[in-house]
């Protein structure tokens, strides 16, 4: 599965957004040059947050961006969700009469894809746009590739 730049960028300008935003309304155009983002591309993505009632615009001198909720209540995965950014990890599309292979039955490991999708989903909801900007979230050690996984026992 590939998260998209709408995706990543969505939640990254959510994020910039957060932390921005405690002196007022933050500018499209100082995101993107933060977080080196095309304004026209943040107009894109913004617009769907905005509809998706994530964010609410301020017009006028000073205007701009702000969260629409605390960003405590604001969910990694609406936020991609918000951008038109499916998450999904089989190769067949929701509801269809096809399989994920064109024929009539899905393939061997559909339902391993599909309940990948689902702990994705999961985990995404359980991670806030709050929970990103104060670095609770773990990504765990740094290795290199030549190191063994240490959770891998080799006898």
């Known amino acids: ?5 709408k995706g990543r960028y969505g939640v990254m300008a959510m994020v910039d957004l957060a932390q921005n935003a405690a002196g007022g ?15 026209s591309y943040l107009e894109q993505l913004f617009g769907k947050l905005r509809r998706a009632g994530l964010v609410e615009s301020v017009r006028g001198p000073g205007g701009g961006y702000v969260l629409a909720e605390p960003a405590d209540d604001i969910r990694v995965s609406e936020v991609i969700l918000a951008v038109d950014e499916p ?4 190769g067949c599309k929701p509801g269809s009469a096809l399989g994920c292979i064109n024929k009539s039955t899905r393939c ?7 309940e990948l999708g689902h702990q994705i989903h999961g985990y995404l909801s359980s991670i806030s746009i709050a929970d990103v900007c104060a670095g609770r979230v773990y990504a765990g ?15």
């Open 1 to 5: 599965m590939k998260l998209s730049t």
């Open 25 to 39: 309304p933050v500018a499209l155009s100082e995101i993107a040059d933060r977080q080196a983002i095309s304004l």
């Open 87 to 90: 998450i999904r990890t089989t």
């Open 108 to 114: 061997l490991t559909h339902d391993l894809w599909a």
């Open 141 to 155: 050690p740094v290795r290199s590739q030549s190191e063994p996984d240490s959770r891998v026992s080799i006898q």
